[in-house]
T-cell receptor, first 109, second 112 residues
Framework: DAKTTQPNSMESNEEEPVHLPCNHSTISGTDYIHWYRQLPSQGPEYVIHGLTSNVNNRMASLAIAEDRKSSTLILHRATLRDAAVYYCILPGSQGNLIFGKGTKLSVKP | NAGVTQTPKFQVLKTGQSMTLQCAQDMNHEYMSWYRQDPGMGLRLIHYSVGAGITDQGEVPNGYNVSRSTTEDFPLRLLSAAPSQTSVYFC???????????FGEGSRLTVL
């Protein structure tokens, strides 16, 4: 199964953009890149996913490198409610999503 | 819509006891799965099902059984609880491989 590498933690100021990086150098051509986040004491929550092109939704944007070996989740204006662990995920061979340890995002007021 | 509902939210067991964690979804999703999350770790797949009557093992299946008699329900059974099974358990469902995965709120299990 392909793996992802993310920084353990990042800090941001409220109302500033946040760029969360992810490396996935062993990604296969058909693997979608998924991002989920987990707020304290809650289940993971879907954020966004994409294959090749950059993707936007109401929560975030996903920028995918041309060689697909890395991607960046962009939160355009961080709020205190965005403080969470963000997981960059690739699908496993069993159709599941392989969760790593993620990046813990702290947002300062 | 209730989404994915897990019960109970909290449970304390003694070593050797058995119990069932319930999971139900009302979105008519074919794919359902159980994960466990240990402190400071990501989620690890226990068992999954791609439809009623079909189940398969995930990454950490030992000590757990599942069944899928209906599309809506996917219970997880602990046959003889061990302290190593102390964890937070999440049930999830999705419409397909690339679809959004919907998680329940989790069931926190402590085995003494």
């Amino acid at each position: 199964d392909a793996k992802t590498t993310q920084p353990n933690s990042m800090e941001s100021n409220e109302e500033e953009p946040v760029h969360l990086p992810c490396n996935h150098s062993t990604i296969s051509g058909t693997d979608y890149i998924h991002w989920y986040r987990q707020l304290p004491s809650q289940g993971p929550e879907y954020v966004i996913h994409g294959l090749t092109s950059n993707v936007n939704n109401r929560m975030a944007s996903l920028a995918i490198a041309e060689d697909r070996k890395s991607s960046t989740l962009i939160l355009h204006r961080a709020t205190l409610r965005d403080a969470a662990v963000y997981y960059c995920i690739l699908p496993g061979s069993q159709g599941n999503l392989i969760f790593g340890k993620g990046t813990k995002l702290s947002v300062k007021p | 819509n209730a989404g994915v509902t897990q019960t109970p939210k909290f449970q304390v067991l003694k070593t050797g006891q058995s119990m069932t964690l319930q999971c139900a979804q009302d979105m008519n999703h074919e794919y359902m799965s159980w994960y466990r999350q240990d402190p400071g770790m990501g989620l690890r797949l226990i068992h999954y099902s791609v439809g009623a009557g079909i189940t398969d093992q995930g990454e950490v299946p030992n000590g757990y059984n599942v069944s899928r008699s209906t599309t809506e329900d996917f219970p997880l059974r602990l046959l003889s609880a061990a302290p190593s099974q102390t964890s937070v358990y999440f049930c999830a469902s999705t419409i397909g491989d690339t679809g959004e995965l919907f998680f329940g709120e989790g069931s926190r299990l402590t085995v003494l």
